[in-house]
């Protein structure tokens, strides 16, 4: 886990979220994720389980005979099947910004919805792996007295991260409540 | 770039309890050479830690700004507490003793009196002079906004406790304390361990720190705070001893662990016929069958809920006897639970949650009608809503959890979030709006299927209440809906200086 440089700050754009926040009276606006956090992930499902694939269609091949490459059948299968599933978990990520308090949703099986009150948060975190980092990707993740708050909002635009956290600890300034 | 960067320096004030850990020099060892209350004068400082050279023993914590010089008085622990730590060395032998018996017992018969006076002569001094350090160099002081308490001889710690965030405090008075007139004082703090209470203070001194710390806490001003006294209580309830007995006797864990205490070793004597095997398990089980009965009845005896403008009081304990503070708005979630043998009585047990305090029950058995009158004293303009008020999820329900789902039920009303499940031990959970830090809902696959879902309300003492296998539309709408109630219902919370 490494920080995100400051230097990602420069150009932070906020007016069009700004303006989707001040008229979120009835439907909150959601806002999804970057498609980069897409290609990080369908590229390491490829990295791994490419090579593995590879590798279980020519060993028993080699060592037993060739009717022993339908193992390859499996990883390839997982490779195929985690595509697309990877794509629809990555849609059903979002978040909304709204006067008092953050939305954020997603799972495609198992659905999730956590509402955060921006009164509510102790703590907000702007971590990016190595990995992230070299695909330009940052997380925030919000911490409230309670543990059980689980309130990530991964693979977001180094620049969306440092505006968001920065909004979120404003009004958190601003709203501010204790225990 | 190592590490995760906590990025919200200036988020919320969110600091409830500081520790500086450093080692001491020299200089700093002699910094406590005056006498057991020293009076020394604390300019405010940059750094947190203390200055080196007689004189200088406090930390400088408070905010520039303020009076330039601030009176700090500090004090020392009751002389009695060094004994507290005398049978260290005594655990060690026994615990060696234990440990390999054979060898024990032939450096016993290797012993002459000689040995032994020369063994005792050295291990007494070492023992009493770690007691007397420790003593020594642990000072605890009041200031206006904090308590400090300075520990360590080689490593200095110093913890500063933000009296505005005290969720608790504790008086705790042992058998032995109480034969020694001595007593514990504990504050709860998010944060704080075991290491932040002071122990041992004169029983007289412990009830003044905790009233001054309380009327502190509470915002009156520091000139007046320790003329203030004890606030003034009012007895709402006490368990009569019978019925603590009859409620022991009504519970299923006690005799289940009596059960197993006697099955248990039966069993096993008639397959095994091996002492060492009975001993083994059956003293274990006899223990746990002792601690769910008999160790109830001690720890629970002579229960007294009070109610004083400093908040809510609760004493207990026929041996050790134990009184507790909790302000007025630091209870994050009420449960009534009702076991099922119980249930015939109408009796019921409260038990309470408050961050960062391990003290969980509020009445160990009363009747239903008592019960809710503290509660509403409690959780003020809360009132327990009845079975009818209880609504059951739908009947489709049954298909994610048959038979259980129907002891589940949700009511929300203005003040109040309660969730109530278990068939045969019913709990009641209550959260007040104020008190909700997060609101989330969730749904798997054949939840979804069945078109219901949960909806979990995460509060600050780290207690997670959820309603569960709600109608998916009605749970969105209660996800919606109360986020809504939990920020109005922040705005009228009480502030953490109840008196101010």
């Known amino acids: ?179 | 770039m190592t590490g995760p960067t906590r990025d919200a320096d200036d988020a919320v004030g969110a600091v409830e309890a500081v520790e500086v850990i450093g080692a001491a020099g020299a200089a700093e060892a002699g910094a406590a050479e005056a006498g057991a209350t020293e009076v020394v004068r604390a300019e405010p400082a940059e750094g947190a830690q203390a200055g080196s050279g007689p004189g200088a023993g406090a930390v400088a914590g408070d905010a520039p700004g303020e009076k330039p010089v601030v009176e700090v008085v500090e004090h020392r622990l009751h002389p009695v507490t060094p004994l507290r730590r005398a049978w260290a060395p005594v655990a060690v032998l026994i615990g060696w003793a234990v440990h390999d018996p054979d060898g024990a017992q032939r450096q016993l018969t290797r012993l002459d009196t000689t040995t032994l006076l020369i063994g005792l002569a050295v291990l007494i001094p070492a023992a009493a002079l770690y007691g007397f350090l420790t003593w020594w160099f642990t000072h605890f002081a009041v200031t206006d906004s904090e308590l400090r308490i300075r520990t360590g001889l080689l490593f200095r710690r110093t913890a500063h406790i933000r009296l505005e965030r005290i969720q608790a405090i504790d008086v705790n008075r042992p058998l032995l304390a109480r034969i020694a007139g001595v007593a514990k004082l504990k504050l709860d703090v998010v944060g704080t361990d075991k290491k932040d209470e002071l122990a041992y203070l004169g029983e007289a001194h412990a009830g003044a720190l905790r009233a001054e710390l309380l009327a502190r806490a509470a915002g009156f001003a520091p000139e007046t705070a320790h003329e203030v006294g004890e606030a003034p209580a009012r007895q709402l309830l006490k368990v009569p001893a019978g019925v603590l007995v009859m409620s022991l006797v009504l519970t299923g864990a006690t005799w289940g662990t009596l059960v197993a205490a006697v099955v248990v070793p039966a069993v096993l004597w008639f397959t095994t016929e091996s002492v060492w095997t009975v001993l083994a398990t059956g003293l274990p089980l006899l223990g746990a069958a002792g601690a769910s009965s008999v160790g109830r009845f001690v720890a629970e005896y002579d229960w007294t809920v009070g109610e004083s403008p400093d908040g809510l009081r609760i004493d207990h304990g026929l041996l050790d006897r134990s009184h507790e503070t909790v302000p007025p708005g630091r209870v994050q979630t009420v449960r009534v639970v009702e076991p099922l043998l119980w249930r015939r009585r109408g009796w019921v047990r409260v038990e309470l949650d408050v961050a960062g305090s391990s003290n969980s029950l509020l009445i160990p058995v009363a009747p239903r009608e008592v019960a809710e009158s503290v509660i509403a004293r409690v959780l003020p303009g809360v009132s327990v809503p009845d079975a009818t008020a209880l609504v059951r999820p739908p009947r489709r329900a049954r298909w994610c959890v048959p038979l259980w789902w129907r002891g589940y039920g949700l009511a929300v009303s203005d003040t109040v979030f309660a969730a109530r499940n278990g068939l045969l031990l019913r709990r009641l959970d209550l959260v007040p709006h104020a008190k909700v830090q997060s609101v989330r809902l969730s749904q798997g696959p054949w939840k979804r299927y069945k078109g219901l879902a949960d909806v979990h309300v995460d509060t600050g003492a780290n207690k997670t209440v959820t309603a569960r296998l709600r109608d998916a539309a009605e749970a969105a709408e209660l996800l919606r809906a109360q986020a809504e109630r939990s920020r109005t219902g922040r705005r009228e919370a009480r502030p953490d200086r109840w008196m101010a």
């Open chain 1, 1 to 179: 886990m490494h920080t995100v440089c400051r230097t990602y700050a420069g150009g932070m754009e906020t007016g069009t979220l700004e303006d989707g926040a001040e008229r979120a009276e009835g439907e909150p606006v959601w806002t999804g994720l970057p498609p980069g956090l897409l290609r990080m992930r369908r590229l390491l499902l490829v990295v791994w389980l490419g090579p593995i694939t590879v590798g279980t269609a020519l060993l028993p091949a080699w060592l037993a005979g060739p009717v022993w490459a339908a193992f390859a059948l499996l990883p390839l299968g997982l490779l195929l099947w985690g595509w697309p599933m990877l794509g629809r978990n990555w849609r059903s990520w979002r978040y909304a910004e709204r006067a008092d308090d953050l939305l954020i949703s997603r799972g495609v099986l198992w659905r999730e919805e956590t509402v955060v009150p921006y009164g509510r948060m102790q703590l907000v975190e702007v971590t990016s792996g190595p990995v992230e980092r070299h695909f330009g990707l940052a997380s925030v993740q919000l911490h409230t007295a309670a543990a059980a708050t689980d309130a990530c909002i991964p693979g977001l635009d180094p620049a969306e991260a440092e505006r968001l956290r920065d909004r979120l600890t404003q009004l958190g300034e601003a709203r501010s409540a204790g225990l």
